[in-house]
């Protein structure tokens, strides 16, 4: 076995290794979890959210890098998600927090309905609509939906947002001052009982007991928080993560009225008002000096002022794929790395993501009529805060609304698109298709699709019309321009 401590290929490479060309099925498997195994044994952060493992003879399951005294191997097993150790009756490590691990990378890659499914599961889609909101979202059967995410993953929609809405209780249960009745209904759940039962299963223990077993921080800032204060949350991402170009772009696009960048460099805040399903939102991103750009692993501060707490889980998706905070970056810098044109700028910034968005209409607008016109579109036809904050004082204009302005200039026939179904561009939306339909919107060249299935889509593999891009590059083809935009060698495409 190599040593996991070392950086190695990445998550995917290193757990497919075997593969049953040279194995027999049984074999594979057997050789697989020995990997996995290796992996625990080693306390490897970067396969945190790849898998989990449990241990049969305490009932708890973990994140690999778990600080605890590592399990004999005879005592473990390995799941795909925490919703399917949840299902196999094992709770969750108090010490390790398996339910806080970054976001595996592989929904978000995947084009399929597997992948599909997983990013609208993560938008809080099951627990407004239902598994047959769902399975008609991705135009299959709510069975053949069942039927593949637990094939895949090991536990259908329904356990994949059981599991989401208890995280989310724990979070306003250790971070905030609310009462256990307002965050059973805030954290999506349909009774008090339901989450009382849920929060014993998957934690074992209270509500109570497990608001009062939070770690110090929590604790701290609980003391001083206040039901206006807001959430605080960390956002962990996996391996290097450079937030300074992130925060560069977002200073560089920033729409006033819905957004600002304050700060200096390496310190800078990210602010932005948010359209949510229950509600707005006023959300806040710290970019994080030193640590944040190296290591094994680490997050981003994060505040969320919500109108309606039912929001916390969209509002927090929304923002990991803003800031590409489920990505592998040892895949993508192995990859790109081994290009000679590429490996000296991997090298200057390892973990350099490819920013998506947090509202895709919005940003197909945007990509489409540019800084100045967005902002005069948003001073015209936004909708006011109730209550301004700061320079914030307004949502982005609704597609409805734009597609119903006469002014010159209104990108009416995208708006319309977007507003009618015609082009979807949420979580769950096909890319080719998406793809196809906005080609066939007047007014938008293939220059500015690519960017919208860059950032509102998460494509990370796309390459503008024209550019000499090499095969070699792929499937991280977007990573790579991003790589030559922040060396100078590659003009900026909006």
């Known amino acids: 076995m190599s040593d996991f401590r070392q950086p190695g290929p990445p998550v995917w490479r290193r757990l497919d290794s075997v593969t049953p060309q040279t194995v027999q099925p049984a074999e594979h498997a057997d050789a697989r979890e020995d990997v996995r195994y290796e992996a625990v044994r080693s306390r490897d952060a970067r396969f945190d959210g790849a898998f989990f493992f449990a241990v049969e003879t305490t009932g708890i399951y973990c994140r690999p890098s778990c600080p605890a005294v590592t399990p004999k191997?005879?005592?473990?097993?390995?799941f795909a998600t925490a919703a399917a150790a949840q299902g196999s009756g094992f709770r969750a490590c108090r010490r390790c927090r398996p339910d806080a691990v970054p976001g595996s990378a592989d929904w978000n890659v995947r084009a399929d309905v597997v992948g599909r499914a997983m990013r609208l599961i993560g938008d809080g889609v099951v627990d407004r609509e239902g598994v047959a909101g769902l399975a008609g979202r991705l135009g299959y059967s709510a069975r053949q939906v069942q039927r593949q995410l637990t094939a895949e993953v090991g536990a259908g929609p329904v356990a994949l947002a059981r599991a989401q809405r208890a995280h989310t209780a724990r979070v306003l249960l250790q971070t905030t001052v609310l009462p256990v009745t307002e965050i059973a209904f805030a954290s999506g759940f349909a009774s008090v009982r339901q989450f009382n039962d849920t929060i014993r299963a998957v934690y074992a223990a209270t509500p109570s007991e497990l608001r009062a077993a939070a770690p110090a921080r929590d604790r701290a800032a609980r003391r001083t928080a206040t039901p206006s204060a807001g959430v605080p949350l960390r956002l962990a991402h996996r391996g290097p993560y450079q937030a300074?170009?992130?925060?560069?772009?977002?200073?560089?696009?920033?729409?006033?009225?819905?957004?600002?960048v304050s700060g200096e460099?390496?310190?800078?805040?990210?602010?932005?008002?948010?359209?949510?399903?229950?509600?707005?939102?006023?959300?806040?991103?710290?970019?994080?000096?030193?640590?944040?750009?190296?290591?094994?692993?680490?997050?981003?501060?994060?505040?969320?002022?919500?109108?309606?707490?039912?929001?916390?889980?969209?509002?927090?998706?929304?923002?990991?794929?803003?800031?590409?905070?489920?990505?592998?970056p040892y895949a993508v810098d192995e990859r790109l790395g081994a290009d000679p044109r590429l490996a000296p700028l991997v090298a200057a910034r390892p973990g350099l993501r490819s920013p998506g968005t947090a509202d895709p209409a919005e940003l197909a607008v945007r990509a489409l009529v540019g800084r100045t016109e967005a902002e005069r579109l948003v001073q015209r036809y936004g909708k006011a805060l109730d209550a301004p904050c700061g320079t914030l004082t307004h949502l982005f204009p609704e597609p409805d609304v734009l597609a119903g302005a006469a002014s010159h200039g209104t990108p009416g026939a995208l708006a319309a698109a977007l507003a009618d179904g015609a082009v979807r561009l949420d979580p769950g939306a096909d890319r080719d298709d998406a793809e196809r339909a906005l080609l066939a919107v007047p007014g938008l060249d293939a220059r500015t699709v690519?960017?919208?299935?860059?950032?509102?889509?998460?494509?990370?593999?796309?390459?503008?019309?024209?550019?000499?891009?090499?095969?070699?590059?792929?499937?991280?083809?977007?990573?790579?321009?991003?790589?030559?935009?922040?060396?100078?060698?590659?003009?900026?495409d909006r």
């Open 265 to 328: 460099t390496g310190r800078r805040l990210y602010r932005r008002t948010l359209r949510l399903p229950y509600g707005t939102g006023i959300v806040a991103v710290q970019e994080r000096p030193g640590r944040a750009g190296t290591g094994s692993g680490g997050w981003l501060e994060a505040r969320l002022h919500l109108t309606d707490l039912r929001d916390l889980t969209t509002s927090v998706q929304r923002l990991r794929r803003l800031f590409d905070l489920d990505a592998d």
């Open 73 to 78: 191997r005879r005592n473990v097993r390995f």
């Open 244 to 260: 300074g170009p992130v925060f560069d772009l977002l200073q560089r696009e920033a729409v006033t009225g819905v957004e600002e």
């Open 450 to 492: 690519a960017v919208v299935r860059t950032r509102a889509l998460g494509d990370p593999d796309v390459a503008p019309p024209g550019a000499a891009v090499p095969d070699t590059w792929r499937p991280w083809r977007s990573y790579a321009l991003n790589h030559l935009r922040a060396a100078g060698e590659w003009e900026n």
